[in-house]
C-alpha cells in the first residue's frame, strides 16, 4: 500500500510542479524538494524525469476515464439519431468540464504534453488509444454532418485547448465559479466551434 501511495505522490507532486514551473524546468531535484521525498527514494520508483512524465499518460486517463466512465457512450456511437447523439456528446463533454475544473492540473499536462520530446512513440499511441471515446463520438458526429468534417486530431486539439483557456484562464487565474449556466455556456462555445452550420 505505502509503495502506490509514494509512486502516486511522486506522479501529483510532478502534475503540480509542471503546473508552477513547466514541463522544462520540471527536475527530480525540484520534485524532491516539493513533496519532500529523497532524490534517491524517487529514483527507486522511476528511473527519471521521463519515466515520471509518460507515466503520467496512464495515471491521467485513468483519472479521467474513472470520472467519464467513456463506456457507458459505446451505445450511442451506432444506431442512434443525431439529435441522441449530440446529447451524450453534450453530456459527456459537461463531464469532462467538470473533471478538468476539479483537476486543472491534468488539463495542463494534457495539453503541453503532446508536443512534447519527453513522451515516446509509444505513449503517444497509447494517448490516441485513450482519446477512442473521443475519435467515435467526432466520427460518427462528422459523419452525420453535424460537425464540420477536418481532421479529427484537429477538432480533439480545439476542443482541450478551448477547456485549458477557459479553466486556467477563468477558473483559476481569476477565481471564476463554473455554475450549470456557465458549463452550458462552455459547449455551446465548443460546440458553435465544431458545428458544420
Not at 503546473?19 to 527507486?44: C, F, H, M
Not at 528511473?47 to 507515466?55: A, P
Not at 467519464?68 to 441522441?84: G, L, M, Q, R, T
Not at 477547456?163 to 463554473?178: E, G, K, W
Request: aromatic share 12%; proline share 2%.
Amino acid at each position: 500500500m505505502e509503495f502506490l501511495h509514494t509512486k502516486e505522490k511522486i506522479l501529483t507532486g510532478m502534475l503540480k510542479l509542471i503546473w508552477e514551473v513547466g514541463l522544462e524546468r520540471s527536475s527530480i531535484a525540484l520534485l524532491s524538494q516539493k513533496i519532500k521525498i529523497s532524490p534517491g527514494n524517487i529514483y527507486y520508483y522511476y528511473k527519471g524525469k521521463e519515466e515520471i512524465i509518460n507515466s503520467l499518460c496512464f495515471y491521467c486517463f485513468d483519472q479521467l476515464n474513472s470520472t467519464i466512465k467513456p463506456k457507458e457512450y459505446i451505445a450511442f456511437y451506432d444506431n442512434c439519431s443525431v439529435e441522441e447523439l449530440e446529447k451524450e456528446f453534450k453530456s459527456f463533454i459537461t463531464k469532462m468540464i467538470i473533471f478538468y475544473k476539479n483537476n486543472p492540473h491534468i488539463i495542463n499536462y494534457v495539453t503541453i504534453v503532446n508536443g512534447s520530446s519527453y513522451i515516446k512513440k509509444e505513449m503517444k499511441k497509447k494517448i490516441r488509444v485513450e482519446k477512442d471515446v473521443y475519435w467515435k463520438f467526432l466520427e460518427k458526429l462528422k459523419e452525420n454532418k453535424a460537425i464540420k468534417d477536418v481532421s479529427t486530431n484537429i477538432l480533439i486539439s480545439f476542443i482541450t485547448s478551448v477547456l485549458h483557456d477557459v479553466i486556467v484562464q477563468d477558473v483559476i487565474l481569476n477565481n471564476l465559479t463554473l455554475d450549470d449556466k456557465k458549463i452550458d455556456s462552455l459547449f455551446n462555445l465548443i460546440w458553435s466551434g465544431l458545428s458544420s452550420e
